[in-house]
């Protein structure tokens, strides 16, 4: 039986190798002329596709229809649905002017693919018909032949087992337990994928022993496609960079200010970050490790994290290539579709609403918590890569999938974020703000040194802020220094993107793309929960790290400092109330609850007892000097002791 599959394997194999082998000798005897050719050509093809499957239609729309974007007929919404028919393949289509983009970008390949699920994932950039065709790119693309696949994953395994040598020559050196596997797999696996997407799609098998798995196989020829994507883009973006300033640009009064480039961002690092990032997702075997990484922190079934416990899926790393990805598969509901269905929900499925919203709250618990803590995150956590699992006991928990790319965020980010929040929401001090980015070298000092620029930081972090922490409105009379803000991580989001460019700040990658996931997700509990406020779900993790102070920094210590001191140094009781009372409104909890987490963690008690201790000696300092100036009883002294501390109101 094993001599049987073993050649029914061979046979087939040898059948796909010559495709493999052939892409690989192209790929090897491109010379430099060669790739630029290939880059002219690359450039002709996209201008090829772009012109005459989206501009053309477009431009015969605008002519005949004259449907320009303009308030009075709908703006960009509706000219982005405006649908046109052409003749595709012999057949009369109509799709609409999102369609036709989202279609094309499909048409050129991975690198523009992500171009445009960066946009669709971006609705407060483009209109909402655009972002709904644009969502198609994640996972609904046209799969490649089914054949072809099968080959690629034959190949690939076997040649892993052979350790490299020819599995056709060696009579496919492979042990007998793998050939079991592999013939499983093979003859399991699904007729069409389960999901395509821009570098592979993935296909549903068993293997007895494993269960049902999940095969991740990558499209064959688009490593080349990406290489020259990457050497076109980067041509075309430092030729944009060598662009001098026009002349009202670069005059200043300020010399120091000149800008002697047309356009300031540093467009080739850019582009290169960018491409690095999609080499990145096309190593499966670094998707792999990435998964083991992930799992043993937030995973159910062995993680460390005392935050995070979600369902991460197992790898098996025995069947992993570069270009084949084997896993334990997962059964759930994508929680775009749990947004969606949320929609149509009526009074009758309020259970399943709630359900629903305590779901995407640990969505965004578990992505601050990576964000935060951890400093290990899934750098795609779109609404699309989660999933809603049903248990055994019939609860419900979140699942991860898509694991091309895992970022790691530096101490000096996350304490940047907590202080610059904690600073803001707590002191509204943007001042104090423009300094810390600063302090852990998150903006280049020349930025700091020059006074403008830091005033321009100053004002557009002001502004920032303005939009993205939207506080209630007081009645005359009140203290607005209690309001607390209701945070729009869209708001937050599209500052944040100008911002990084204009003062170059020195981000991790993918940060943005966190940020976006989470105003997404952000997005769909307020579709189910109006009063949502992630502040609410944020405030734990800042209260933990600025007392916890784990990276030891000096301006996360002042920072809290600041938040119970005067400028002289003292300790300030208003603040000490204020940031009691906005604590406890942040956090849902009483004052009492409040003060009690800061005394859990040794940390809190240090510093509640430095608190006390100033104040005791203050307090005895001040008193025994009016003692001795009035004869005033210690009966008196007592009463008049407990009373200072009645300004905690707890």
Sequence with gaps: MEELAESIIVNELSNGRERIDQSTTEQGNDSENTRTIAALQRALEIATILGSRVMAPILISLATKQNWPTEENGGWEAFWSTTTSSDDGGSATSLSH??????????????????????????????????VALSSLQDDMEPFDNDVAKEIILAELLLRESNGKDPISSKVGTS???????????????????????????YKAHIPGKGDIAVKVQRPGVRMLVERDSELLLAVASFVESLPALPSISSTDNATNKQTRLINTELVSTTKEFMSRIFEEMDYRREASNIALFSSLYSRRDGT????????????????????????????????????????????????????????KVAIDS????????????????????????????????????????STIPEQVRDA?????????????????????????????????????????AEALEITFENSLLYPEVAAGEDDTTAIPDL????????????????????????INNAR??????????????????????????????????????????????????????????????????????????????????????????????????????????????????????????????????????
């Design 517 to 650: 996931a989470l105003s997404t997700l952000e997005g769909i509990a307020k579709s189910l929960d109006p009063s949502f406020n992630v502040l609410t779900i944020m405030y734990p993790y800042a209260l933990s790290r600025l007392l916890k102070n784990p990276s030891k920094s000096e301006v996360v210590a002042r920072t809290l400092q600041s938040l119970i001191r005067s400028e002289d140094g003292k300790i300030d009781r208003t603040k000490i109330q204020r940031l009691l009372r906005d604590s406890a409104l942040i956090s849902g909890q009483s004052k009492r609850r409040v003060v009690w987490d800061v005394l859990k963690s040794k940390e809190g008690r240090i510093l509640a007892r430095g608190i006390v201790g100033e104040e005791v000696g203050t307090y005895f300092g001040r008193n025994n000097r009016k003692r001795d100036a009035s004869g005033e009883s210690k009966k008196q002294q007592r009463k008049t002791k407990k009373k200072r501390w009645y300004y905690l109101d707890l």
């Design 305 to 360: 994290s005392k935050d995070v416990s979600v369902i991460v899926p197992k790898v098996y790393t025995e069947l992993c290539t570069e270009n084949v990805l084997v896993m334990e598969w997962i059964d759930g509901v994508k929680l775009t579709d749990v947004a969606g269905n949320n929609k149509t929900s009526t009074e009758g499925h309020s259970s399943t609403v709630e359900e629903n919203l305590a779901l995407v």
């Design 417 to 457: 974020l907590i202080c610059s929040v904690a600073l803001q929401v707590f002191s509204r001090d943007v001042d104090a703000v423009s300094s810390l980015f600063g302090e852990l070298r998150l903006i280049p000092q020349h930025i700091l040194d020059d006074d403008n620029e830091r005033a321009a930081l």
């Design 367 to 406: 992505t601050l918590s990576q964000l935060l803590v951890e400093g290990i995150l899934h750098a795609d956590p779109h609404a699309g890569n989660l999933l809603k699992v049903r248990l055994e006991d019939d609860s419900v928990t979140l699942g991860y999938l898509d694991f091309g790319i895992v």
């Design 98 to 131: 999102a369609q036709r983009l989202a279609s094309s970008l499909e048409k050129l390949g991975p690198t523009y693919v992500k171009f445009g699920q960066a946009l669709g994932s971006r609705p407060d950039v483009v209109p909402p018909s655009l972002a």
């Design 176 to 202: 007998s337990a793998m050939l079991k596997d592999v013939e499983a797999l093979v003859s399991t696996i699904t007729d069409t994928p389960v999901a395509a997407a821009s570098i592979g799609q993935v």
């Design 488 to 511: 729009k991580f869209d708001k937050l989001l599209d500052s944040l993107s100008r911002l990084v460019p204009r003062f170059q700040f020195d981000l991790p990658p993918y940060f």
